[in-house]
C-alpha cells in the first residue's frame, strides 16, 4: 500500500530528469553562438540563427500530434525512453558537427525525438495523478523543465571553460546513462495498458485516429484552449531562444554572462510559479470547478506587464524583475494546461490532444523566433518582446469567457 501511494510521485521524480535534459539539450544551443560561429562563420548572421532554431521547432511541432496519438495507443515508458536515447545521442553527435548544415539537420533531428516526450509524459503523470494533486505534480514535473532551461544556460560557460564540442559530448553522454535507469524504475499506468489492449484488438470505431480527432475538433472548449496554449507560447518560445540575447543588448553584457543570467532567472522564477499554482489550482478546484482556469489566469495577467518591461527596460532590476515576474506568472500558467485539458477531454485522447495543442503552440514559437532574428538585426528586440504583451490579453480574455468546465476530470 505504502509503494502504491509513493509511486505516483516516484514517476514525477523520473520524469522531471527526462524534463531537465529534454530542455537542457535544446537550450544550450542559444548560449553557445558566440562559441560555435568562430568554427561555422554562418552562425554569425542572427538570420541564420533564427534558422537554426526555427527548424527545430517547425520539426517538434509537426511531429507533436503524431507522438500524441502514439502514446495514446501504445505504452509510454518505452516511447519516453527511446525518445530520451535518440535525442541524447544527436546531442552528443552535435559536439563532432564542423558545418552549419551538419547542425541543421542534426537540430531537426532533435525535434523529432524530443517531440515524442512531452505528450506521453504529461499524460503518464495526469493517470498517475487525480484530483488533490494533479496540478502539483504537473507543476513540479514543469520544474524540471526549467531547471534544464537554466542548466542548458551554461553551455556558454562550458564552451568558455572547455569548448563547445566538449559541452555536447558531456550533456549526450548523461542523457544516454539516465535511459537506462528509466528501463529500470519507470512503469506504465495499468489502466492506460488496458486501453492499449483494447485499441490493439481493434475497435475502430472508438480507437481511429480520424474518432480522435473528430472527438477533439468538434469539442468548441478545446479550440478556445488551442488559442489560450499558442498565444502565451510566443512569449514562451520567445524567451527560451532570445532572451539572454536580449539581456545582453539591454544591460550591455557578454553573453558568458548574459545566458546563465536570463536563464536562471526564468527557470527560478517559473520554479516558484509552477509550484504555487500547482497548490493553488488543486485547492481552488476543490471549491469551485473554475478554480484551474482562474489560477492560469492569474498567471497570464502577470506575463503582460513583465513582457512590456522586458521590452523597454535598460537597467539590470528592470530587466531582472520583469524577468522574474514573467516566470512566475508563465509558470503559473503552465502548472495548469493539462489539468484544464484534463476537464474537457477523455483520457483516452488526451495525449494526442496535448500533441496537437504543442504543436500551435510550437507553431507560433517558430514563427515569432525567426520574425525576432529579423528584428533583431534590425535593433528591434525590446520592442517585439513588448507587443507580444497585446496577443496574450486577447488569450486571457478568450480563456475567462468560454472555459466552464462541469467536471474535473473528463472520463
Given at each position: 500500500m505504502t509503494i502504491k501511494k509513493f509511486y505516483p510521485w516516484a514517476v514525477v521524480g523520473l520524469l522531471w530528469g527526462v524534463a531537465l535534459l529534454n530542455y537542457m539539450d535544446r537550450q544550450m544551443l542559444s548560449t553557445m553562438k558566440e562559441a560555435m560561429q568562430i568554427d561555422i562563420r554562418e552562425l554569425q548572421s542572427a538570420v541564420n540563427f533564427g534558422r537554426l532554431m526555427a527548424i527545430f521547432l517547425w520539426i517538434y511541432g509537426f511531429m507533436s500530434p503524431v507522438a500524441g496519438l502514439v502514446a495514446d495507443r501504445i505504452n509510454r515508458k518505452w516511447l519516453i525512453v527511446g525518445s530520451l536515447f535518440v535525442w541524447s545521442a544527436v546531442t552528443y553527435g552535435m559536439g563532432y558537427?564542423?558545418?552549419?548544415?551538419?547542425?541543421?539537420?542534426?537540430?531537426?533531428?532533435m525535434g523529432i525525438s524530443e517531440a515524442l516526450y512531452i505528450?506521453?509524459?504529461?499524460?503518464?503523470?495526469?493517470?498517475?495523478?487525480?484530483?488533490?494533486?494533479?496540478?502539483?505534480?504537473?507543476?513540479?514535473?514543469?520544474t524540471g523543465l526549467y531547471t534544464g532551461q537554466a542548466l542548458g544556460g551554461f553551455g556558454a560557460t562550458v564552451a568558455a571553460?572547455?569548448?563547445?564540442h566538449t559541452a555536447f559530448h558531456w550533456f549526450g553522454i548523461i542523457g544516454i546513462a539516465y535511459a537506462i535507469i528509466l528501463i529500470l524504475f519507470l512503469h506504465e499506468n495499468k489502466e492506460h495498458i488496458e486501453i492499449e489492449k483494447v485499441s490493439l484488438k481493434g475497435s475502430p470505431e472508438k480507437n481511429s485516429i480520424g474518432k480522435s480527432f473528430s472527438l477533439l475538433f468538434s469539442n468548441i472548449a478545446f479550440w478556445v484552449i488551442l488559442f489560450y496554449f499558442a498565444a502565451p507560447s510566443l512569449p514562451g518560445w520567445a524567451t527560451k531562444n532570445w532572451l539572454p540575447t536580449l539581456f545582453a543588448e539591454n544591460l550591455n553584457l557578454d553573453m558568458s554572462s548574459a545566458g546563465p543570467l536570463s536563464t536562471i532567472t526564468i527557470a527560478v522564477s517559473s520554479f516558484i510559479g509552477v509550484i504555487c499554482g500547482g497548490i493553488l489550482s488543486d485547492r481552488w478546484v476543490q471549491k469551485n470547478i473554475r478554480g484551474r482556469v482562474y489560477t492560469g489566469a492569474i498567471g497570464l495577467g502577470m506575463t503582460v506587464p513583465a513582457l512590456m518591461l522586458l521590452g523597454f527596460s535598460h537597467h539590470i532590476t528592470g530587466v531582472v524583475g520583469a524577468g522574474l515576474l514573467f516566470g512566475i506568472g508563465y509558470g503559473i500558467f503552465d502548472a495548469n494546461n493539462m489539468p484544464i485539458l484534463c476537464q474537457f477531454v477523455s483520457a483516452k485522447n488526451r495525449a494526442a490532444a496535448y500533441g496537437i495543442m504543442n504543436m500551435t503552440g510550437v507553431f507560433a514559437g517558430a514563427a515569432v523566433t525567426s520574425l525576432l532574428g529579423k528584428w533583431t538585426d534590425g535593433g528591434n528586440l525590446g520592442t517585439g518582446f513588448a507587443w507580444l504583451s497585446v496577443v496574450v490579453l486577447v488569450a486571457l480574455g478568450l480563456q475567462l469567457y468560454f472555459l466552464r468546465p462541469k467536471t474535473d476530470n473528463m472520463q
Open positions: 558537427a564542423t558545418t552549419f548544415n551538419q547542425v541543421y539537420w542534426l537540430r531537426a533531428l505528450p506521453a509524459g504529461l499524460s503518464l503523470i495526469a493517470d498517475w495523478h487525480e484530483g488533490k494533486s494533479r496540478s502539483l505534480a504537473i507543476g513540479i514535473h514543469m571553460a572547455y569548448s563547445w
